[in-house]
Structures are given as structure tokens and as C-alpha cells.
């Protein structure tokens, strides 16, 4: 049995944005995934953001959430690198 998809933007900013060459990416995933799945899969494709995972900030329309927490269909989830500068 196969799981629904949904669709969610990801914004992205600091490293990631560089890295990635976005602002943001929109993405087709399994209905339950947890905002960690949404990092693992952008991980997996620059794994160079990897030193990155565990210091970033997760948040799900405009609230910072936990790792584990589950984003629903139309979800805006935004991954917040510290920031340093002056």
C-alpha cells in the first residue's frame, strides 16, 4: 500500500539557500512525514549541509516545531541556519 502524496514549500535561507541555489523548493512527499524527513531529503541531495543538521532551526508556517513534528498538505516549513555577521 502506498502512502498520498503532499505538496509543501521549503524556504530555505543562509547556507542552504546558497547551497542549494533557492530560496525555496517545493516538494512532493508522503502524507505523515515529520519536518526531519523534509531535511534528510534536501540533505541527500547536497550532502555538504550535513555539519549543518543538528543546528539548524525548524519551523512550520511561521512556528518553530520539533524534528519529529508530522507537516500536513500546503505545509510552508522554512529551515533557519544560525546566523552569524554584523
Not at 543562509?14 to 541555489?21: D, V
Not at 547536497?46 to 543538528?54: A, D, I, Y
Amino acid at each position: 500500500m502506498t502512502k498520498n502524496l503532499i505538496t509543501v514549500k521549503v524556504k530555505l535561507f543562509a547556507i542552504y539557500s546558497e547551497i542549494c541555489k533557492e530560496k525555496e523548493l517545493t516538494l512532493n512527499i508522503p502524507d505523515q512525514s515529520k519536518v526531519k524527513d523534509i531535511l534528510d531529503i534536501i540533505i541527500q541531495k547536497q550532502p555538504s549541509l550535513k555539519n549543518w543538521e543538528n543546528i539548524t532551526k525548524l519551523a512550520v508556517n511561521l512556528e518553530f516545531v520539533s524534528p519529529n513534528f508530522e507537516v500536513k498538505n500546503g505545509d510552508e516549513i522554512a529551515l533557519i541556519p544560525p546566523v552569524s555577521g554584523g
